[in-house]
């Protein structure tokens, strides 16, 4: 690695430490300290998270299936636990993908393009699903203790997840529901001098579900069961923690837009921009004012994340020596694109 690469990694992680640093330093300890727990639900938080951790590993196996690829629900869940771990040593939530790509295509060497657009539909099923739970949860609940600052930025808030969730659904729609029409446009789109060859691969695979619209929804309401799972894991650690923290249905708005923000690649998981939007949300949104410390909450909300990703390093140590060839390749196409070169995955170049 070279010193570059080095200062790079080094600053990814330093930013998250020094917000989480920052933040942290404005939590009552002292009043946390003396106040009951309940550890019950602390345990149930982490049961809750796994359940949801486990619907998205057994939605992407169903939009495997779909491509044409056969995958077993075994095979998914190892794949999806090593990947939710690597999500915590690259910038963003990218990096587990990423593998995930790369180690199903060189398994299904006739359905590479196939295997890649799998990863990439999950993903963006992933975030519509999120993005529907952020649009429901801000037509229920409207923020109280906001200055003129906060209520304007709410309301950026409110005008991107509108816009982004009707281009969304769009989008989704034409590529199930659409008929011969939006092949002829995949077709035209192939054609164009810049992007063409790109359409010309991934049109096609993603035009695949068309011919299965019913696995398409069901797989956009597992992500709703998902995100609700983790939701619901967070509301749980905050009853567990304090006796006055914001309602369940406040959760349905704070949680999501924590989500959003955190799945920009900025830092590690999202660390120290998850809990620095919490922290703001925790302030704004709730009807009465509570004691509970956003901050405190997520944290402990991203040591739950941490016990399930010990899953994935499990599945890692006891893996094939090819399982791990694509981890590698993973972090080295990263890597390369940090360094702004510009290099395909083996993915693509046997493709």
Known sequence: MTWKKAATLALKFAIPVAIIAWLANHIDWAQLSTQPKDYRLLACALAVAMIGLSLSFARWCLLVRCQGISLSMVEAFRLGSIGFLLNFVSAGSVGGDLFKAIFLAKQRPGKRIEAVASVFVDRGVGLFGLLLLVALGLMLVQPS??????????????????????????????????????????????????????????????????????????????????????????????????????????????????????????????????????????????????????????????IVKVAMAAIGTVFYWTSSEELRESVEEAEEAEEDEDDGEVSEPSVEKEA
């Open 145 to 302: 203790h906001s200055t003129e600052i906060d209520r304007e930025q709410m309301q950026q808030i409110k005008a991107a997840t509108a816009i982004l969730t009707t281009i969304g659904t769009v989008v989704l729609c034409g590529l199930v529901f659409g008929g011969k029409g939006v092949d002829r446009l995949v077709r035209w789109g192939s054609q164009l001098a810049i992007v063409g060859p790109v359409v010309a691969k991934i049109g096609p695979p993603l035009r695949m579900f068309h011919a299965h619209p019913i696995a398409f929804l069901v797989s956009i309401v597992m992500s709703l069961g998902v995100h609700s799972s983790m939701i619901l894991s967070m509301y749980l650690i905050a009853r567990g923690l304090y006796s006055d923290p914001p309602t369940l249905i406040e959760h349905f708005v704070i949680v999501p837009i924590g989500m959003l923000a955190a799945a920009m690649p900025i830092t590690p998981a999202g660390l120290g921009v998850y809990e620095a939007t919490i922290e703001w949300l925790y302030r704004i949104v709730p009807a009465t004012t509570t004691s509970a410390s956003g901050t405190l909450v997520a944290l402990v909300f991203e």
